[in-house]
């Protein structure tokens, strides 16, 4: 990533990012992209969070995933697995063993956007399975991206919930652009948080230690790094709630004085106190959602797992006849 100290002008690779924030912090509900959370510092919060005892998702997900991993990868014969917003990939490894361990795993694609964390991922994983061609693509999932050469069949992963981070329109899109790049003999692998208890969702996205605050702050000191914005991160708070009406968790910075921050490029940004930027939604799903979810792409409803108290599910879509 590019270093801008404030007041340089904002470089070229830097247009689309300055766009994108001016177009967020000009609504009237002023919000930002969180795929802006996922610098090197952010992505190292991103996985403290998933250590974290009040967030449940992660493992969750993955006593699923060590449970249906292995029937999934037999019956499908997978030779490449395409990951999107792949992270670290801890839970990649599971499906990676499943996949290798049925004798057609060939190709592992992590697709996320910050480059460095990806590079650290890449290298580790290639230490651990000498034998898979892992080719990392650096790209933004809610664009058009490339897939590197590759064989079929392939399974798409989109885990962590993160299909929580669009809203409905979005999250349509995003199957779509999946089901384009998909063959008959693919498969498509989704892991959904579920509706629950209104104190158990709070509770995950404001923990006792505080690290979500950091990950939540830490995306105004990419802005300041990368545009040569000036915000200081000691005037905001934390503010992470559930919106009731939208079935959401809705993730803020709360600005707690009076303010006008400057981003080159933009000019001066008012802000009020108790104003607040929109820096997440996590939407939350049931059975009959991801079924209409799917359908709008162009895809079947193949599999759905859950544990037994029903907070996390893993669905595996195809191609729809």
């Known amino acids: 990533m590019t270093t801008i100290s404030a007041g340089q002008a904002v470089r070229v690779q830097n247009w689309e990012m300055l766009d994108e924030v001016r177009s967020g912090l000009a609504r009237a509900q002023k919000e930002l992209p969180p795929k802006y959370f996922y610098d090197l510092a952010g992505s190292l919060l991103f996985e403290e969070?998933?250590?974290?005892?009040?967030?449940?998702?992660?493992?969750?997900?993955?006593?699923l995933l060590v449970q249906?991993?292995?029937?999934?990868?037999?019956?499908?014969?997978?030779?490449?697995?395409?990951?999107?917003?792949?992270?670290?990939?801890?839970?990649?490894?599971?499906?990676?063993?499943g996949m290798v361990r049925a004798g057609a795993g060939g190709t592992y694609v992590p697709i996320?956007?910050?480059?460095?964390?990806?590079?650290?991922?890449?290298?580790?994983?290639?230490?651990?399975?000498?034998g898979l061609r892992i080719v990392p693509v650096t790209?933004?999932?809610?664009?058009?991206?490339?897939?590197?050469?590759?064989?079929?069949?392939?399974?798409?992963?989109?885990?962590?919930?993160?299909?929580?981070?669009?809203?409905?329109?979005?999250?349509?899109?995003?199957?779509?652009?999946?089901?384009?790049?998909?063959?008959?003999?693919d498969r498509f692998l989704l892991g959904a948080d579920l509706h629950k208890d209104v104190g158990e969702l709070t509770a995950a996205y404001n923990d006792a230690a505080g690290v979500t605050a950091r990950f939540n702050l830490n995306m105004?000191?990419?802005?300041?790094?990368?545009?040569g914005a000036d915000f200081d991160t000691s005037t905001f708070l934390h503010r992470a709630f559930y919106n009731e009406q939208l079935h959401r968790i809705e993730m803020h910075l709360v600005s707690s004085v009076?303010?006008?921050?400057?981003?080159p490029g933009m000019g001066r940004i008012a802000l009020g106190q108790g104003e607040t930027?929109?820096?997440?939604?996590?939407?939350k799903y049931d059975r009959a959602g991801v079924e209409v979810l799917f359908s709008a792409a162009g895809m079947t409803l193949e599999e759905w797992h859950t544990d037994d108290l029903q907070r996390f599910a893993l669905a595996v879509g195809r191609v729809a006849p």
């Open 112 to 130: 996320d956007v910050s480059e460095a964390f990806l590079s650290e991922t890449a290298s580790a994983l290639h230490a651990d399975y000498p």
């Open 277 to 283: 930027i929109r820096t997440e939604i996590s939407c």
């Open 258 to 263: 009076d303010q006008v921050v400057t981003i």
């Open 49 to 63: 969070i998933t250590r974290l005892p009040e967030y449940y998702l992660t493992r969750v997900e993955r006593d």
């Open 68 to 97: 249906y991993t292995p029937p999934l990868m037999t019956s499908t014969g997978i030779r490449t697995m395409v990951e999107l917003g792949a992270g670290s990939a801890s839970k990649t490894r599971i499906l990676l063993d």
């Open 220 to 227: 105004l000191q990419v802005l300041n790094r990368e545009l």
């Open 139 to 185: 790209a933004d999932v809610s664009r058009d991206f490339q897939l590197p050469r590759h064989d079929g069949p392939v399974l798409f992963a989109l885990l962590g919930s993160t299909i929580g981070n669009f809203d409905e329109m979005h999250a349509r899109q995003l199957l779509r652009r999946i089901r384009q790049l998909m063959e008959p003999a």
